[in-house]
């Protein structure tokens, strides 16, 4: 059995899903993990299945021929996992008035820190009472073991103070 990693982008409609879904079983694959959204009219996505080994080539090129419907996609074959290095679980939210800049602060200082983003999620909606545009931010991080939090913490609040946000880390420990 193989891993593929799947990637696509079309524009939303309905049936994508099933469409994926049925060329993956139609294979003998099976569906293993997946992240999907509807963002400005498209519909992405990133899906891992796995599926017999002859099998791998045959997909791949059924997928490829998706394109004349106007779905671009990308499949990668996974050689292998890769090795998990000991990690602190953690999550940074992030609530302010909507400026530029804002994940490219907070993406860099989570970089020099080599701080893997997992996970990241963010939409910008009215504020209650005043109708302004609200940055919302959640992103999950994997923190090495030798990060020094109060260092985290210290880049975080320098974030904040400079960008008028609210930025908090929270860690499993």
């Keep these: 059995m193989k891993k593929l990693v799947i990637t696509f982008i079309s524009d939303d409609?309905?049936?994508l899903v099933e469409k994926l879904s049925q060329m993956v079983q139609q294979r003998d694959g099976n569906w293993l993990e997946s992240k999907m959204a509807q963002l400005s009219g498209k519909f992405t996505g990133i899906i891992?299945?796995?599926?017999?080994?002859?099998?791998?080539?045959?997909l791949t090129e059924e997928l490829k021929a998706l394109s004349s419907e106007?779905?671009?996609?990308?499949?990668?074959?996974?050689?292998?996992?890769?090795p998990k290095a000991p990690l602190i679980s953690g999550d940074v939210s992030i609530?302010?008035?909507?400026?530029?800049?804002i994940v490219k602060e907070i993406s860099t200082a989570l970089a020099t820190l080599n701080i893997n983003?997992?996970?990241?999620?963010?939409?910008?909606?009215?504020?209650?009472?005043?109708?302004?545009?609200?940055?919302?931010a959640e992103a999950a991080i994997g923190i090495?073991?030798?990060v020094n939090l109060q260092d985290l913490n210290e880049?975080?609040?320098?974030?904040?103070?400079?960008l008028d946000i609210e930025c908090t880390l929270n860690v499993d420990q």
């Design 95 to 101: 609530l302010g008035l909507d400026r530029p800049g």
């Design 70 to 82: 106007g779905i671009a996609l990308l499949a990668e074959a996974v050689a292998s996992e890769p």
């Design 155 to 162: 880049k975080l609040d320098a974030i904040s103070q400079n």
């Design 144 to 146: 090495p073991l030798e």
């Design 13 to 15: 409609r309905p049936g």
């Design 117 to 136: 983003v997992e996970e990241f999620h963010s939409l910008v909606e009215a504020a209650p009472m005043t109708g302004q545009p609200l940055f919302k």
């Design 48 to 58: 891992e299945i796995s599926l017999p080994d002859k099998q791998v080539s045959v």
